[in-house]
Each structure stands twice: as structure tokens, then as C-alpha cells.
């Protein structure tokens, strides 16, 4: 099958190729000959080659971001909102998982790197501000959700979120309050475990936490068994994802009658924590706010010159912390 080229469009449009060439960088063209030359263009088929432009402008219209994982809803919602900012602006982004791991992680930014993107958003990054330093990174780079010295970073306070939820649990419980998560933990979670036991400290309450392998997964039995050997009254769980699926196993089995009743909180305010039952008290960090920011940084390197750009976060109070 044949290639179509500019001088196709140029042949069927009855259009110059240097005024088609205007019109494919988004340079200056009348109403009437970008209607012409759009209505060529979907007509023929004819396909954009990138990569050329790239060879000649050195500017790929392309945005980085390197993401943990996709299972998370949470980085679902700032990869939508960056698509969104980012197309609003002509540009599109590229995605890189980095299943949490640090060399991984070096992989997928040589990946984006070799393409000549326009910018990098690292979200929950591994890499530290040693590494940020070696790697002499060009162009702009913003990290979402994890706090550097030598790259701008827009966050929430976590330590703050953790020792707020942490309170309003204890204000409708007396019993004993355990922060669930993994061993090996993001800085964000860390703080938000800070959190918790500073408020444990205050209350003048005992710290449980239970924590498990990514990769093997939850043993409920397990979990099931300290829960009650601590008389654990309410859980706080690292984030809404895996809170949710802690209050869905667990209430099955207090509605079969297997099981005492629980408390339940995370954070993040996914969308579905206000739409299972009981709806799901959460820490809301405004992730599309962090995002705008972040895209309005990227956008405006030079301008801002602080390092550290903090957005403020909301408690949502709902039923799976104040049943009675």
C-alpha cells in the first residue's frame, strides 16, 4: 500500500506543499485552506511522520510520565488529567510503568529520554537527589507526590493527612486502631504512618501495624488473626485501593457471621470510596490541583523557583468510620 506523502495532498488539494507544510506545524493558514487541506488529509489517509519532525525541529510534542503501576486508580486519575492538560496544548504524553522498582525505573527515563520528550512527570519516583543530579536531565522534570531538593515536586502534606484521619478515627472508636501497608513503602505512605503514630503518641494509644510482601500478597487468615488477638477496632489502610478491598473481604465475613465489624479508612478519595457500601472515609490530596500545578510548572519552567509547591488536602468523613 502506498505512502501518502505531501505532495499527494498537494496533487489532491489543489494547496502548495509548502502552505500544507505551514498547516502541519500549526503555522499560520487561512480558515478556508485548513478546512481543504483537513478534509485532503482524512480523504487520503495520509499519516503525519512524526519522526521527521522531530529530525528537523528537535521538539517531539511528546510529555513523559513515569508512573508505579496502573493497577491504582489514583495514577489512573493523574494520567487523565495530564492527557487532558497536556492535549489541550497540542502535545501528547507518553506512559511508563516502573512497578516500583529503582532500576526499572532508570529504564523507562532512557526510554523517554531517547525520544526527545518535552518534559518528564515522575509520580512516587525511587530515585533520590543524588541520582536526580547524575542523571543531568535537560528538559523540564516535575515529581508529583514525593518530595526532592533537586527537582520541583509538588505534593501533599502526608504527615498532616496521617495524623488528621488518624484522629477522627480515634474520635469514633475506643478500641485499638491499626495502619495497614506494605514493608517496603513510598515516601507518601511513610509520612502518612508518621502521621498516624504521632497521633498515637498524643492520644496516649499503642501503635499497630501490619504490613505485608507486594509480591506474595494479603494472608487474611493471618490478618484476620492479629486483628483479633489486638482487638483491633478500625484499620487504616495506606490508600483507598487497598482499604476497599480490606472492607469488602472483611465485612463479608462479619455479614455471614464469621467476623466482628470493623472500621475503615484510607486515602486518596477514588471514586469508587464514595460508592461502595459502607461509603469509605478518606483523605482527598486534590490530585487534579497537584496536576495543574505540576503542567503549569512544566509549562513555565523558569518561572518558579521554589522547589517544593504543597497543596492542601480534605477529610471526607463517611459511614465506614462512624457507624453506631
Given at each position: 500500500?502506498?505512502?501518502i506523502?505531501?505532495?499527494?495532498?498537494?496533487?489532491?488539494?489543489?494547496?502548495s506543499?509548502?502552505?500544507?507544510s505551514?498547516?502541519?506545524?500549526?503555522?499560520?493558514?487561512?480558515?478556508?485552506?485548513?478546512k481543504?487541506?483537513e478534509n485532503?488529509?482524512?480523504?487520503t489517509?495520509?499519516?503525519?511522520n512524526?519522526?521527521?519532525q522531530l529530525?528537523?525541529?528537535?521538539?517531539?510534542?511528546?510529555?513523559?510520565?513515569l508512573?508505579?503501576?496502573l493497577?491504582?486508580?489514583?495514577f489512573?486519575?493523574?494520567?487523565?488529567?495530564?492527557?487532558?492538560?497536556a492535549y489541550?496544548?497540542?502535545?501528547s504524553?507518553?506512559?511508563?510503568?516502573?512497578?516500583?522498582d529503582?532500576e526499572?525505573e532508570?529504564t523507562?527515563?532512557a526510554?523517554?529520554?531517547?525520544?526527545?520528550?518535552?518534559?518528564?512527570f515522575?509520580c512516587?519516583s525511587?530515585l533520590?537527589?543524588?541520582?536526580?543530579e547524575?542523571?543531568n536531565i535537560?528538559?523540564?522534570?516535575?515529581?508529583?507526590?514525593?518530595?526532592?531538593?533537586?527537582?520541583?515536586?509538588?505534593?501533599s502534606?502526608?504527615?498532616t493527612?496521617?495524623?488528621?484521619?488518624t484522629?477522627?478515627?480515634?474520635?469514633n472508636t475506643s478500641e485499638?486502631?491499626?495502619?495497614?501497608?506494605?514493608i517496603?513503602?513510598?515516601?507518601?505512605v511513610?509520612?502518612?504512618?508518621?502521621?498516624?503514630?504521632?497521633?498515637?503518641k498524643?492520644?496516649?494509644?499503642?501503635?499497630?501495624?501490619?504490613?505485608?510482601?507486594?509480591?506474595?500478597?494479603?494472608?487474611?487468615d493471618?490478618l484476620?488473626k492479629?486483628?483479633?488477638?489486638n482487638?483491633?477496632?478500625?484499620i487504616?489502610?495506606?490508600?483507598?485501593?487497598?482499604a476497599i478491598?480490606?472492607q469488602?473481604?472483611?465485612n463479608?465475613?462479619?455479614?455471614?457471621?464469621?467476623?466482628?465489624?470493623?472500621r475503615?479508612?484510607?486515602?486518596?478519595?477514588?471514586?469508587?470510596?464514595?460508592?461502595?457500601?459502607p461509603?469509605?472515609t478518606?483523605?482527598?490530596?486534590?490530585?487534579?490541583n497537584?496536576?495543574?500545578?505540576a503542567?503549569?510548572?512544566?509549562k513555565?519552567?523558569?518561572d518558579?523557583k521554589e522547589n517544593i509547591?504543597?497543596?492542601?488536602?480534605?477529610?471526607?468523613?463517611?459511614?465506614?468510620t462512624i457507624?453506631?
Open positions: 500500500m502506498k505512502n506523502t505531501i505532495l499527494d495532498l498537494e496533487k489532491v488539494s489543489g494547496i506543499k509548502s502552505t500544507i505551514r498547516y502541519l506545524r500549526g503555522e499560520g493558514v487561512s480558515d478556508e485552506k485548513s481543504i487541506i485532503t488529509i482524512i480523504k489517509g495520509y499519516i503525519k512524526n519522526f521527521a529530525l528537523r525541529t528537535s521538539k517531539s510534542n511528546l510529555i513523559g510520565v508512573v508505579p503501576d493497577d491504582n486508580p489514583f489512573l486519575t493523574i494520567i487523565k488529567r495530564l492527557d487532558q492538560l489541550v496544548e497540542g502535545k504524553i507518553v506512559i511508563k510503568t516502573t512497578d516500583s529503582y526499572r532508570l523507562a527515563l526510554f523517554l529520554r531517547g525520544f526527545r520528550v518535552d518534559g518528564i515522575f512516587r525511587e533520590d537527589d543524588k541520582k536526580i547524575e542523571l535537560t528538559v523540564p522534570f516535575i515529581s508529583i507526590d514525593k518530595k526532592f531538593e533537586t527537582m520541583k515536586s509538588v505534593v502534606n502526608n504527615f493527612n496521617g495524623y488528621t484521619l484522629n477522627h478515627v480515634f474520635e485499638n486502631v491499626m495502619f495497614f501497608s506494605r517496603k513503602e513510598s515516601s507518601s511513610k509520612e502518612r504512618i508518621a502521621g498516624y503514630k504521632q497521633s498515637c498524643e492520644m496516649n494509644k499503642d501503635i499497630f501495624s501490619y504490613t505485608y510482601k507486594r509480591k506474595k500478597g494479603v494472608d487474611f493471618r484476620c492479629y486483628i483479633l488477638d482487638n483491633i477496632g478500625a487504616i489502610s495506606r490508600n483507598d485501593n487497598e478491598k480490606l469488602s473481604y472483611l463479608n465475613l462479619y455479614y455471614n457471621n464469621k467476623f466482628r465489624r470493623l475503615f479508612a484510607g486515602f486518596d478519595n477514588i471514586r469508587l470510596s464514595n460508592h461502595i457500601l461509603k469509605l478518606t483523605i482527598d490530596q486534590n490530585i487534579e497537584m496536576c495543574n500545578t503542567y503549569e510548572i512544566l513555565n519552567y523558569e518558579y509547591y504543597i497543596e492542601e488536602s480534605e477529610l471526607f468523613i463517611r459511614e465506614s457507624w453506631r
